[in-house]
């Protein structure tokens, strides 16, 4: 089983629309979690850190369910500048970073 | 201002040649790490060093090889031994003091065979 993973996607969606979508990690001793978003060529960028239950920043939210070991990201009233790739980071408290393969959201006008 | 740079953005090394890939940031972080990314996919894990003078192999170190001489560079060696070579190559860092911190990547390096 991978540490991490991620439904590849993709998801298409219509401006405006909510958009979730879930990371799935194999260590429970993970402590603490990031949610990246990639765009094409360029290097993840940093959207949100999930340190307890979740985080909410805007029209984006993490939630963390440490009894079912996944955490989500979920995107309100969806914009074409948010079509990119998402990346599920997990760090299991010993340095070694775990990442998804990403999930791919296209929006569409 | 405190970063993370890679160094060049693009590179094209013919058949049989080493390369070598530079990381280096000012952020006093304890970690650093080397990803490789190919179109379609995710980031696979080639090293990572969690203290100067000391590095692990990831997932795919076969035909790379790494130093962290200085905590403030991890520099990448792609060997002739790397038989697909060709890849969007992300440095990484992360960690101060012990603590977990987020990940700050630099801008990649695209390596291309020629």
């Known amino acids: 089983r991978k540490e991490v993973e991620q439904d590849p996607g993709p998801f298409n969606v219509p401006e405006g629309a909510t958009v979730a979508f879930n990371c799935t990690y194999s260590?429970?001793?993970?402590?603490?979690f990031f949610w990246y978003r990639q765009d094409c060529r360029k290097e993840p960028k940093l959207l949100m850190s999930?340190?307890?239950s979740g985080n909410e920043d805007g029209r984006f939210t993490a939630q963390l369910n440490r009894a079912s070991q996944y955490i989500s990201l979920l995107i309100r009233d969806s914009k074409l500048s948010d079509s990119a790739t998402y990346l599920c980071?997990?760090?299991?408290?010993?340095?070694?970073?775990?990442f998804g393969a990403g999930t791919t959201v296209t929006v569409r006008a | 201002d405190g970063g993370i740079t890679q160094s060049p953005k693009y590179l094209f090394r013919k058949e049989g040649q080493n390369v070598t890939l530079s990381c280096e940031q000012n952020?006093?972080?304890?970690?650093m790490y080397w990803y490789r990314q190919d179109p379609g996919q995710g980031l696979r894990l080639i090293y990572y060093?969690?203290?100067?003078?000391?590095?692990q192999k990831g997932d795919i170190a076969e035909g790379y090889s790494v130093s962290r001489e200085k905590k403030e560079s991890f520099p990448l060696t792609v060997t002739s031994a790397q038989k697909n070579p060709t890849a969007f190559y992300l440095c990484?860092?992360?960690?101060?003091?012990?603590?977990?911190?987020?990940?700050?990547f630099g801008q990649g390096t695209r390596l291309t065979v020629v």
């Open positions: 952020l006093n972080h304890d970690a």
């Open positions: 060093s969690q203290i100067v003078n000391d590095f």
């Open positions: 990484a860092s992360c960690g101060v003091e012990g603590r977990s911190t987020e990940a700050f």
């Open positions: 260590n429970s001793a993970s402590q603490s």
């Open positions: 980071v997990v760090n299991p408290g010993d340095y070694k970073l775990s």
């Open positions: 999930v340190y307890s």
